[in-house]
């Protein structure tokens, strides 16, 4: 059975910080792309970023960029967000997700179909 479990989120005040972890079973995790994604109450779920499964390259949303940084772990089939910097905007579920993007990175939800069930994230101002 494929399985994605998120962990680490939680309330932390504006301009904090927070890891989130994602770790999978139940599929070859080195072949696969993960990406994590985020969705606000009201609002369209949107792609945080994406790391390949072959050379670890990245991607990641304007609104995250230089505050959030994806890595993996394949040996422990575990992949990180770690979120600095963190803003009340930030506030969110979020998602980690497995797939086969094309191009490696890409952040189409589409091309993901494992999913998790999601992580909390509330930023206080």
């Known amino acids: 059975e494929v399985q994605l479990v998120e962990s680490g989120g939680g309330l932390v005040q504006a301009g904090g910080s927070l890891r989130l972890s994602c770790v999978a079973s139940g599929f070859t995790f080195d072949d696969y792309a993960i990406g994590w994604f985020r969705q606000a109450p009201g609002k369209e779920r949107e792609g945080v970023s994406c790391i390949s499964s072959s050379d670890g390259s990245t991607n990641y949303a304007d609104s995250v960029k230089g505050r959030f940084t994806i890595s993996r772990d394949n040996a422990k089939k575990t992949v990180y967000l770690q979120m600095n910097r963190l803003q009340p905007e930030d506030t969110a579920v979020y998602y980690c997700?497995?797939?086969?993007?094309?191009?490696?990175?890409?952040?189409?939800?589409?091309?993901?179909?494992?999913w998790g069930q999601g992580t909390q994230v509330t930023v206080s101002s």
């Open positions: 997700a497995a797939g086969h993007p094309d191009p490696s990175v890409d952040r189409k939800a589409s091309a993901f179909p494992y």
